[in-house]
């Protein structure tokens, strides 16, 4: 090679060079959409609502602000480093992960379309928390995800993790998974 190249310009030497790929933040939303779950591979970290903002920066930085689903969730750190690679896999070289508690998760940001995965997967999905209703009509009662049956039980507060709690369902004999609504 004889070192030149055929664009034969020069970038501005007060000007840093332009990233590689221009990136859209809409590229990034659509990588997250594959980051799955730690604790539930079914859905995605976008499906359980916990990506807040995407940010795209002058040069090039992308921002991702996150708010995990349960502070005493084990997980966080597997989302922050998933999230980080997921942008990096789009040739993004500067990745910055912000987590938030303000506001807090809430179960009402789980997506309709990931309530029936859950549900399938074998975990009841949560009710709706009813927040900003004067008055809560016709809350979704748990419902035993294997059969549909209402008579259902609890049998601890805290499940395998501290998002979830354990039922047992009357007419199938089968116990269960369901997530606390928050
Ligand atoms: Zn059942």
Redesign the pocket.
């Known amino acids: 090679m004889n070192g030149r190249t055929a664009e034969g310009g020069r970038q501005k030497a007060d000007h840093p060079a332009p990233s590689a790929i221009s990136i859209q933040p809409s590229a990034v939303w659509d990588a997250l959409a594959s980051v799955p779950d730690p604790e539930i591979p079914v859905v995605s970290i976008t499906d359980m609502g916990m990506v807040r903002d995407v940010t795209v920066g002058d040069a090039g930085r992308v921002t991702v602000t996150f708010t995990p689903t349960f502070s005493g969730c084990p997980a966080l750190h597997v989302i922050r480093e998933s999230i980080e690679q997921a942008v990096r896999d789009l040739g993004v070289a500067d990745v910055e992960v912000r987590s938030t508690l303000t506001p807090p998760w809430t179960t009402d940001w789980i997506g309709d379309d990931a309530r029936e995965r859950l549900r399938q997967y074998g975990i009841a999905p949560p009710a709706p928390t009813g927040e900003g209703q004067l008055i809560q009509l016709d809350a979704e009662p748990t419902r ?1 995800p ?4 209402l008579n ?1 039980r609890m049998t601890a507060s805290f499940g395998p993790t501290l998002c979830k709690r354990m039922y047992v ?1 009357d ?2 004999r ?1 116990p269960f998974e369901g997530f606390k609504s928050v």
């Open positions: 035993c294997r059969c549909g049956s259902v369902c007419s199938c089968e």
